[in-house]
C-alpha cells in the first residue's frame, strides 16, 4: 500500500473559480472527483466496462507508457498527454467524454486538469484507502474537535457561534446520550452549580446512565436490520430479542468497539465462548428470510450470503459492496470476485435455506430463564447418570437371564398369564362350526356364532375368527365392570388394509343408551377407549396418538383400566409395548354398567361395524401390568423361540427373550422412568424460554463459495476460499480463513477504513451529519469528508485508545463545538446552509422513537423496564391485516395492555412487512436491510401522528395532569411545569400570552361540551385522575398537545 | 441521498420560504408546471420521442397472483391439439423450474378451457364467459403480449414489476412518478395506494409496504396507502373530543410560538414545519370529502357495479381511483389480490374475473366521459403469467 500523507484539506463549498490561481492542484480534492464524474464508468476498475483499455483508477493508467504510445498523462505536458488533448478537443469524434454519454465536462474543469498535469501531476489513490495518521492538531483552541472545526470555519470566513444557554445543553446532551429529555430537577441542579467541570459532571452521570445503552443500542439495530419477524412472505414471528438485549447491555458495560465487532461477528469461534458471545452472533442472524414453497435452495443461501457481506462492508467498511455482485465494482477497487470469496465466510453455515415459518430457526441458543436455567444445566448429567444405572441394572440381570432361559417353557408363561383376575378367555380358533368354546370364570361355556361368520386360516394360532357386517360376535353377559372397578380387555385382531371403516372391536355399550359402558374402537389407525355413562359430557376418553401398527398384520391390543375414573387410568398397549394417547375426555362420574351384551365387532344397538379377523380374546378383573400384557402378546412367538435348543436360538430371538425377562423388573423400570421424566422435563423447560437465532459453522467442513455469473445463483463458476478484499490489507499473520479472521481482518490496525468509519457514524450520532455524509460509502464515490484531518485525528484516537466508545462520546460532546448554540444567522445559512463547517450547534428533527420516547418521558408515563421481549403498544387496526398473509402468526396485531404500552420504542415489536405505524412515518427503516442513515423529512403525515395518534393524545393528558396536580388552580405554574418537561426551559413572556389564551379558550368549549370532555379523557387506556375537574383536564390536554407539537419539541 | 436530490429538495423549499405564507401548493404547484413543461418534446431527452408524451397520471391496478394470460387475453388455439402432450424442451429451454414443478416427471400441455371471441372494432381475441363488461371496451384498450419477467416466485416478481428488480430497495414506479413530475394538487398526497379486498382469499399473496416505497428517493415520494378499514389515512382524523375548531385552535397556537422560536432561531425547517401543519390540517379538510361516496349520482353506481358502495372492494377502489384522479393525484396503485391459481383455477377464476370486470369497464367509461382517459394512462397486469404445462396432473 503506498502510503502519502493524508493531509489534505478539501473545500466543500468553494467552487473551483475561487481558488487563487497558484494554488497547488491536488488530486483527491481537485482532481478525482472530476475523473470519477466523467471518466471511470468506461475508464474505471470494472474490466466489463472498460474502453480501449485505458484506466484512470490507477497510477499506471496515467503513467505507465501505452503500447507505441505515449502515456496518458506526460507529467509537465498538457498538450503532449492524450488524457487532456481529449477533454479539450472540439472535435465530436474525439471528445471526452463522447457526446452521446449526455456528459459535458466544465471548461473550469477542463482547466484544473491541465494545471494539474503543467504542475507535475502528481498522484494519490483515494484517501480511504490510505490508513488514517494522526495529523497534529492545529493550535488555537483546547479541544482537538474544535481546533481542526476552527480552522475549516475561518477559511470559510465563519466565527464559531457562542455557547448555548445551560439548559438548551442540558437538553441537548442528555438527548444525544441517553436519548431522554432530562429530568427537570436535573436540568435545575447543572444550572444552579456554577463549578468549572458541571457540564462534564453533567455528561459523566448521563454516561453511567442505563439509558445510554438502550439510546446507542437504536442505532445499532438499524445497522444490524433487527427485526421481530422473518421479513418475508408469510413473515411470521423470529424470536431474537436477547441479541437485542446484548446490544444494549455491550454499550452500557462500555465493552470496545473492537471486541464488539469481533463477538457479532464471530463469537461462536472464540475459544471456549460464553453464553453471551453466542447471543451476539445474533447480528448476521437478523437478515430477512423465507420459507416461501416455490423458493430454490441454492438461491436463498446465495441472498442470505450477500445480504452479510454487503451489511458487514457497509457497517465496518463503508463500502459499497453490493455493486460488485454482478460484475467488477465500476469505481473502488472490489472484483466480483472478492465479492464471492466474502460470501464464502459466510456460507459454511449449518443454517438451512428455509425459516420454516418457526419462531427458533435452527442453530438457536435456548435460554431457559432462573430456576429453569439451573435444571436446563443439570439436566442432561442426570440423563446420563440414569441410563448409566439402567446398564448396570441391566447387565446384572444378564446372568440370572442365562438361567433362566435354559429351563423357560411356553407353557408356564401361559399359565402364569392365567392369574386368578382371568374372567374370560375366548380364543376363537375352532376353524369351523356355528359355535365356540371359552372359559368363563375358570369354567368351558359354549357360545354360538352367527350363521355367515367365517373363518381367517392363517390366526395368530389356529383360524381366526372373521367378523363383519351382519357377522359379529354376542357373548352374552361377560365384561360388566363397573366404574370404580378395575379391569383389563385385550385380544388379537387383523385389519385388512382394504376396509376403511371405523368399529369397535371389542364392546360392551349400548349405543341407544347414550354409549354407556365401555369399548376398544378402531378408527384411521388409530385405537381409542371410551368408558361412559353418558356420552360425551359424563365419560373418559382416550386415543393413541403414536404408531399403533399397521393394518394387514396380526396385532396385540390391551387396554389397562385402573378403577380411578379418571382417564389417566386407562393405558393401551399395542404388540405389548405401552403408547402415547392423548386424553380427550374425562370427566366420568355415573355408572357404567349396561345390560347390553359384550360383543366383538360392534357396539350393541347398531353403529359402526369392525372388519377383520379376531383371536384370543380376554377379559381381566384387574390391571395387568405391563409385564403381564407382554406376556401375552408375546406368547405365540416365544412359543416358537422356547421350542428351540438355547444354542439354535438365533441372536434377535435371544434379545426377544431377553427383553421379555427383564420388562417389569422394578429397578429397570424406575430408570427408565426416570429418562423419560428428564426428557420430558428439558423439552417443557425449551418449550418456555425465550430462544436467539447464532451463528454456528458446519462442523469438519471448508468455508468456500462461488463467483455467481452475474449475481445468478444457478451460474456458479469457480471455487473460491475465503478472502478479503485483495486491494486492502492482507489477513493478520495467523488469523484463521473463517469469520474470525475476517473480523480480525476488519479490526486491524492496518484497516484504513473500520476506525474512519466508526468514529464517522459516532459523529452522525451526535451531530446528525457525518464528517463523511455518505456514512454507508466512503469509496470512490462517496462525499468527501468536510473535515477530514479531523476524521483522521479521531479515526486514530479512537483506535489507539483501544476503540473506546464511551470516551469517543466524552470527547464529542464536551467540545465547544457541539456546545454552539444552535440559532442561525443569515451569514452562515449562505456560508454553513446545512451546518456542515459546523459553524452552529447541532439542532434537527428528533428520530422516529425519540419522539415518542419524548412524549412518553414528559408526560410521566415512560416505563424504565430496560430488555425482554418485544411489546405492542398502540396501533391503529388494520395496518398488519392489511399487508398480512393468512395464517401468518404475525397476521393480526393484538395490542398489550397496561405497562407494555408505554416502554420505549425501541422495544416496540418490528413486524418488517409492515412496520410500527407512527415511527415509520418518522423515517424508522422497515429493517428489511442495513440502513445507517436513515433520512430525517418532515411532512404533513408527521402532524397527524403527533396530534392525533392516542399514544401523544395520552402522554398530552398524562402531562397535563402532572401539571395541574403539581400546580393546581394556578395558570401560569401550570404552563411553567409544563414548560420546564417538555422545553426544559421557563416560558419566554411573549409565549405566555399565547398559551394562556388557549387554555381560555379551550377552557370555556369543554366546560359547555361535557361529550367532548367524557371522549378525550377516555382516549388511551390510562384512566384520567378523577380529583381534577374534567373540563379542565380537557382544555389542559389540549395545551400540552400544543407544547408537544412544538417544533422546538420536536428537534433537539 | 444524491446531491441532485439533496439540491432539488433545497431549491422547493427554498421556493416556497421565498413566498411567504402558505405556499406548499403553490411552490409544488410551480414545480409541476415546470415540470410539465420541460416534458415538451424540446427536452433533449424528449427528442428522440415520436409523440409528445400527454400523460399527467397514471391509474395501475396490479392483479396479485399473476393472472392466467391464456385463460383471458391471449387466444391460442392450436394449443387444444397438444391437450395432455409434453411440453417440448425446445420450448422450456431448460427454464428453471419452481420447487413445486422441479419434480414432476413430465409437463403436460393444459390448454385453456375457455371460449374465446373477437371484440370490438379491432377484433380483438378474448375469453367470451369470464369478462362481459370488459368485451365492451377493448378498442380503448392496447394488449401487450410480449411482457417478460426473470422472476418465478411472486414476491420478487411483484417487487420486479413495481421496481424493476427482484431485490427490495429500489423506487417503485409511483414514486418515480411523484419524484419526477412532481404534485398536482395541494391538500393530498401524489401517490396513493389502495388494497382492494378480493371476495375470494383462498391463494392470497404476500404484498407489503415496501412495494409502495421510495427506495433510494427522499420518503416523501413514498405512496400512502389509503385503508378501506379505519381511517382511510392513518391517524386523519382528530382525537374524539376534538372538534374541528379547537384542532384550529390549537394549530394557531402552534403557529404562533413556531413562527416566535423561527425569529429567534432562524432555522428554515421550522417554518417547513409550519406549512406541513397547515398541510395535514387541509388534508384532514378535504378526505372525508375524497372518500364520501353519498353525493355520487346513482349513475355512477350503475357503471362501476353495486360493489362499488361496499368499502374496500375492488370496484369501491376504482371508483376512488377517479375521485383521486380528477383531484390531481398523479399515481393511484391498486392493489387486487388473489390471483395465483395453482389449483382449483376452474373455481376461482370467476371469482376473480366478476370482481374487476364491470369496475375496469365503468372506470375506462368514467374517465373518458370527464375527458380524463385522454391524459390518464390506466395499466392492468400482474407479475408474471401462466405456463402452458400443468403443476401436477391434470384435472
Given at each position: 500500500m503506498i502510503r502519502l500523507s493524508p493531509l489534505f484539506a478539501v473545500?466543500?463549498?468553494?467552487?473551483?473559480?475561487?481558488?487563487?490561481?497558484d494554488e497547488r492542484v491536488i488530486f483527491n480534492r481537485d482532481v478525482r472527483p472530476i475523473l470519477g464524474e466523467?471518466?471511470?464508468?468506461?475508464?474505471?476498475?470494472d474490466p466489463g466496462s472498460?474502453?480501449?483499455?485505458?484506466?484512470?483508477?490507477?497510477?499506471e493508467g496515467f503513467f505507465a507508457p501505452r503500447d507505441k504510445a505515449e502515456p496518458t498523462v506526460v507529467k509537465g505536458h498538457p498538450e503532449k498527454s492524450l488524457l487532456y488533448e481529449r477533454v479539450s478537443s472540439t472535435d465530436k469524434d474525439e471528445?471526452?467524454?463522447?457526446?452521446k454519454e449526455h456528459k459535458t465536462m466544465k471548461p473550469a474543469e477542463i482547466a484544473m486538469l491541465k494545471k494539474w498535469i503543467e504542475q507535475g501531476a502528481e498522484w494519490q489513490p483515494h484517501w480511504a484507502f490510505m490508513a488514517p495518521e494522526k495529523p497534529a492538531v492545529p493550535a488555537g483552541a483546547a479541544h482537538p474537535v474544535d481546533a481542526f472545526v476552527r480552522e475549516r470555519l475561518a477559511g470559510a470566513g465563519l466565527k464559531p457561534s457562542p455557547q448555548a444557554e445551560k439548559r438548551t445543553l442540558a437538553r441537548r446532551v442528555s438527548l444525544d446520550i441517553t436519548g431522554l429529555p432530562p429530568a427537570p430537577e436535573l436540568v435545575e441542579e447543572f444550572v444552579k452549580d456554577a463549578a468549572p467541570d458541571v457540564y462534564e459532571k453533567l455528561v459523566d452521570k448521563l454516561l453511567a446512565s442505563p439509558r445510554y445503552g438502550e439510546h446507542r443500542a437504536r442505532f445499532w439495530l438499524d445497522a444490524a436490520r433487527y427485526?421481530?419477524?422473518?421479513?418475508?412472505?408469510?413473515?411470521n414471528y423470529r424470536e431474537i430479542w436477547p441479541y437485542r438485549e446484548w446490544v444494549i447491555n455491550a454499550f452500557n458495560r462500555n465493552e470496545h468497539f473492537d471486541q464488539f465487532t469481533v463477538e457479532q461477528i464471530a463469537g461462536d469461534l472464540l475459544?471456549?465462548?460464553t453464553q453471551e458471545q453466542l447471543i451476539a452472533t445474533g447480528f448476521h442472524r437478523c437478515n430477512i428470510t423465507t420459507a416461501e414453497g416455490g423458493t430454490i435452495p441454492e438461491e436463498n443461501f446465495a441472498n442470505y450470503a450477500k445480504d452479510r457481506v454487503e451489511t458487514t462492508s457497509w457497517v465496518w467498511?463503508?463500502?459499497?459492496?453490493?455493486?460488485?455482485?454482478?460484475?467488477?465494482?465500476k469505481f473502488d477497487p472490489i472484483t466480483q470476485k472478492d465479492f464471492y470469496a466474502m460470501t464464502a465466510f459466510f456460507r459454511?453455515?449449518?443454517?438451512?435455506?428455509?425459516?420454516?415459518?418457526?419462531?427458533?430457526?435452527?442453530p438457536v441458543l435456548v435460554l431457559p430463564q432462573g430456576e429453569d436455567a439451573k435444571r436446563f444445566e443439570i439436566i442432561p448429567a442426570e440423563v446420563v447418570t440414569a441410563n448409566a444405572k439402567l446398564g448396570e441394572r441391566q447387565k446384572l440381570l444378564t446372568g440370572d437371564f442365562e438361567k433362566w432361559q435354559a429351563v423357560a417353557k411356553a407353557d408356564a408363561i401361559e399359565t402364569a398369564t392365567?392369574?386368578?383376575?382371568?374372567v374370560a378367555l375366548l380364543p376363537?380358533?375352532?376353524?369351523?362350526?356355528?359355535t365356540t368354546k371359552g372359559l368363563v370364570g375358570g369354567k368351558a361355556q359354549t357360545f354360538p356364532l352367527p350363521q355367515n361368520l367365517v373363518w381367517?386360516?392363517?390366526?395368530?394360532?389356529?383360524a381366526a375368527a372373521q367378523v363383519a357386517d351382519g357377522a359379529s360376535i354376542d357373548f352374552g353377559?361377560?365384561?360388566?365392570?363397573?366404574?370404580?372397578q378395575a379391569f383389563t380387555a385385550t385380544a388379537w385382531f387383523f385389519r385388512p388394509a382394504a376396509s376403511n371403516s371405523p368399529g369397535a372391536i371389542l364392546a360392551r355399550m349400548d349405543?341407544?343408551?347414550?354409549?354407556?359402558g365401555w369399548d376398544i374402537f378402531y378408527t384411521g389407525n388409530e385405537i381409542a377407549v371410551h368408558v361412559v355413562s353418558k356420552w360425551q359430557g359424563d365419560a373418559l376418553k382416550v386415543s393413541t396418538t403414536d404408531e399403533a401398527g399397521k393394518p394387514d398384520q396380526w396385532r396385540h391390543v390391551a387396554v389397562a383400566y385402573?378403577?380411578?375414573?379418571?382417564?389417566?387410568g386407562v393405558q393401551i398397549y399395542v404388540n405389548g409395548r405401552l403408547r402415547k394417547t392423548k386424553i380427550e375426555v374425562d370427566k366420568l362420574s355415573g355408572?357404567?354398567?349396561?345390560?347390553a351384551p359384550f360383543m366383538v365387532g360392534r357396539r350393541a344397538g347398531g353403529g359402526e361395524v369392525f372388519t377383520g379377523a379376531v383371536q384370543d380374546v380376554r377379559l381381566y378383573a384387574s390391571a395387568l401390568s405391563a409385564k403381564q400384557v407382554l406376556a401375552i402378546a408375546e406368547l405365540p412367538d416365544l412359543r416358537v423361540i422356547l421350542a428351540k435348543p438355547v444354542a439354535q436360538r438365533a441372536p434377535e430371538e435371544r434379545q426377544r427373550l431377553l427383553t421379555f425377562f427383564s420388562t417389569g423388573d422394578p429397578q429397570s423400570s424406575e430408570f427408565q422412568a426416570k429418562v423419560a421424566a428428564l426428557e420430558t422435563e428439558k423439552t417443557e423447560i425449551q418449550k418456555r424460554s425465550p430462544v436467539t437465532h447464532v451463528q454456528m459453522e458446519k462442523a469438519g467442513a471448508q468455508p468456500m463459495a462461488r463467483l455467481l455469473n452475474r449475481g445468478q445463483y444457478d451460474q456458479p463458476k469457480d471455487e473460491l476460499k475465503p478472502a478479503v478484499i485483495a486491494a486492502l490489507h492482507p489477513m493478520p499473520?495467523?488469523?484463521?480463513?473463517n469469520r474470525l479472521g475476517l473480523a480480525q481482518w476488519i479490526v486491524?490496525?492496518?484497516?484504513?477504513?473500520t476506525a474512519r468509519v466508526t468514529v464517522n457514524r459516532f459523529w452522525q450520532e451526535i451531530f446528525?451529519?457525518?464528517?463523511?455524509?455518505?456514512?454507508?460509502d466512503f469509496g470512490?464515490?462517496?462525499?468527501?469528508?468536510?473535515h477530514p484531518a479531523l476524521l483522521d485525528w479521531l479515526a486514530v484516537d479512537f483506535r489507539d485508545h483501544g476503540w473506546d466508545v464511551k470516551r469517543l462520546i466524552r470527547l464529542l460532546v464536551t467540545s465547544e463545538t457541539y456546545k454552539q448554540s444552535a440559532v442561525v444567522t443569515k451569514q452562515q445559512l449562505e456560508r454553513d446552509p446545512d451546518n456542515r463547517l459546523l459553524s452552529r450547534g447541532p439542532r434537527y428533527r428528533m428520530d422516529a422513537e425519540m419522539v415518542r420516547d419524548y412524549a412518553l418521558a414528559t408526560s410521566g408515563l415512560l416505563v424504565g423496564k430496560i430488555g425482554g421481549p418485544s411489546v405492542r403498544p398502540y396501533q391503529p387496526d388494520g395496518v398488519w391485516e392489511a399487508v398480512?398473509?393468512?395464517?401468518?402468526?404475525?397476521?393480526k396485531y393484538k395490542r398489550d395492555t397496561g405497562e407494555a404500552l408505554y416502554?420505549?420504542?425501541?422495544?416496540t415489536f418490528w413486524?418488517?412487512?409492515?412496520?410500527?405505524a407512527s415511527l415509520e412515518l418518522f423515517?424508522?427503516?422497515?429493517?428489511e436491510s442495513c440502513t445507517v442513515r436513515r433520512e430525517r423529512t418532515n411532512t404533513p403525515l408527521q402532524a397527524l401522528v403527533t396530534l392525533n395518534d392516542p399514544q401523544y393524545v395520552e402522554a398530552a393528558r398524562n402531562l397535563a395532569q402532572l401539571a395541574l396536580k403539581a400546580a393546581p388552580n394556578d395558570a401560569k405554574a401550570t404552563l411553567a411545569f409544563m414548560a420546564r418537561r417538555v422545553l426544559c426551559r421557563p416560558l419566554r413572556p411573549a409565549e405566555i400570552p399565547i398559551l394562556e389564551t388557549s387554555s381560555t379558550t379551550l377552557l370555556a368549549h369543554y366546560t359547555a361540551a361535557p361529550d367532548e370532555v367524557a371522549a378525550l379523557l377516555t382516549f388511551g387506556e390510562s384512566k384520567a385522575d378523577?380529583?381534577?375537574?374534567p373540563p379542565q383536564l380537557a382544555a389542559w390536554t389540549m395545551v400540552a398537545t400544543q407544547l408537544l407539537n412544538l417544533d422546538e419539541a420536536l428537534n433537539k | 441521498m444524491h446531491p441532485l436530490t439533496d439540491f432539488k429538495l433545497y431549491e422547493t423549499r427554498r421556493q416556497f420560504l421565498a413566498r411567504g405564507t402558505n405556499v406548499l401548493g403553490m411552490a409544488a404547484l410551480a414545480t409541476l408546471l415546470g415540470r410539465d413543461a420541460s416534458?415538451?418534446?424540446?427536452h433533449p431527452a424528449n427528442a428522440a420521442l415520436r409523440f409528445a408524451p400527454k400523460a399527467k397520471r397514471v391509474i395501475y391496478l396490479h392483479m396479485v397472483g399473476g393472472p392466467s394470460q391464456m385463460d383471458l387475453?391471449?387466444?391460442?388455439?392450436?394449443?387444444g391439439n397438444w391437450y395432455d402432450k409434453d411440453l417440448p424442451d425446445s420450448i422450456r429451454k431448460g427454464q428453471r423450474l419452481t420447487t413445486m414443478t422441479s419434480k414432476q416427471a413430465r409437463f403436460p400441455i393444459a390448454p385453456s378451457k375457455y371460449q374465446f371471441a373477437q371484440y370490438g372494432k379491432n377484433g380483438m381475441w378474448m375469453?367470451?364467459?369470464?369478462?362481459p363488461w370488459f368485451t365492451k371496451c377493448v378498442d380503448d384498450v392496447a394488449f401487450i403480449r410480449s411482457m417478460h419477467t426473470?422472476?418465478?416466485?411472486?414476491e420478487p416478481a411483484i417487487t420486479m414489476m413495481q421496481?424493476?428488480?427482484?431485490?427490495?430497495g429500489r423506487p417503485c414506479l409511483g414514486s418515480w412518478t411523484s419524484y419526477g413530475?412532481?404534485?398536482?394538487?395541494?391538500?393530498?398526497?401524489t401517490f396513493v395506494v389502495l388494497v382492494a379486498e378480493p371476495s375470494n382469499r383462498e391463494q392470497i399473496q404476500a404484498i407489503s409496504g415496501k412495494l409502495w416505497s421510495s427506495g433510494f428517493l427522499p420518503g416523501q415520494h413514498a405512496g400512502v396507502a389509503f385503508r378501506s378499514k379505519g381511517d382511510p389515512i392513518l391517524y386523519i382524523n382528530n382525537p374524539p373530543g376534538v372538534p374541528k375548531d379547537v384542532r384550529r385552535n390549537t394549530l394557531d397556537g402552534i403557529k404562533a410560538l413556531n413562527e416566535q422560536n423561527a425569529a429567534l432561531v432562524g432555522d428554515p425547517e421550522i417554518h417547513t414545519r409550519i406549512a406541513q401543519y397547515e398541510m395535514a390540517f387541509r388534508m384532514q379538510a378535504s378526505v372525508p370529502d375524497l372518500t364520501?361516496?353519498?353525493?355520487?349520482?346513482?349513475s355512477t353506481f350503475e357503471l362501476y357495479g353495486?360493489?362499488?358502495?361496499?368499502?374496500?372492494?375492488f370496484a369501491n377502489s376504482a371508483l376512488l381511483a377517479r375521485r383521486l384522479a380528477e383531484r390531481g393525484v398523479r399515481f393511484v396503485q391498486i392493489y387486487h389480490n388473489?390471483?395465483?391459481?395453482?389449483?382449483n383455477v376452474a373455481g376461482r377464476m370467476p371469482d376473480q374475473c366478476r370482481d374487476i370486470d364491470q369496475p375496469c369497464y365503468g372506470l375506462l367509461q368514467d374517465l373518458k366521459q370527464r375527458g380524463l382517459l385522454d391524459d390518464t394512462l390506466v395499466l392492468w397486469g400482474g407479475e408474471f403469467g401462466r405456463t402452458i404445462y400443468s403443476q401436477g396432473g391434470l384435472s
Open positions: 473545500a466543500l463549498a468553494l467552487p473551483l473559480a475561487v481558488r487563487a490561481a466523467y471518466c471511470f464508468h468506461c475508464h474505471g476498475p472498460r474502453k480501449e483499455g485505458i484506466r484512470f483508477d490507477r497510477a471528445i471526452m467524454p463522447p457526446p427485526g421481530d419477524t422473518h421479513g418475508l412472505h408469510i413473515d475459544p471456549k465462548p467498511l463503508g463500502l459499497t459492496s453490493n455493486c460488485a455482485v454482478c460484475h467488477d465494482h459454511n453455515t449449518v443454517q438451512d435455506h428455509t425459516d420454516r415459518n418457526v419462531r427458533d430457526t435452527a392365567q392369574t386368578k383376575t382371568l376363537l380358533n375352532e376353524g369351523t362350526g356355528t381367517k386360516p392363517d390366526g395368530k394360532s389356529g353377559g361377560l365384561g360388566d365392570f363397573e366404574k370404580d349405543k341407544a343408551d347414550s354409549f354407556r385402573d378403577g380411578s375414573g379418571k382417564a389417566k355408572s357404567i354398567r349396561t345390560k499473520a495467523g488469523a484463521p480463513a486491524a490496525k492496518e484497516n484504513p477504513l446528525g451529519t457525518g464528517l463523511v455524509k455518505s456514512a454507508e470512490i464515490m462517496s462525499d468527501a469528508p468536510s398480512a398473509m393468512p395464517g401468518s402468526d404475525t397476521g416502554r420505549r420504542s425501541l422495544y413486524k418488517r412487512s409492515a412496520p410500527p423515517n424508522a427503516p422497515s429493517r378523577p380529583a381534577i375537574p | 416534458a415538451e418534446p424540446e387475453f391471449d387466444y391460442k388455439p392450436e394449443m375469453n367470451s364467459e369470464l369478462l426473470e422472476a418465478i416466485n411472486h421496481t424493476g428488480n427482484q431485490l427490495a413530475l412532481g404534485s398536482a394538487n395541494q391538500d393530498l398526497p364520501d361516496f353519498s353525493k355520487e349520482p346513482a353495486p360493489d362499488a358502495k361496499k368499502p374496500g372492494t388473489n390471483w395465483d391459481h395453482h389449483s
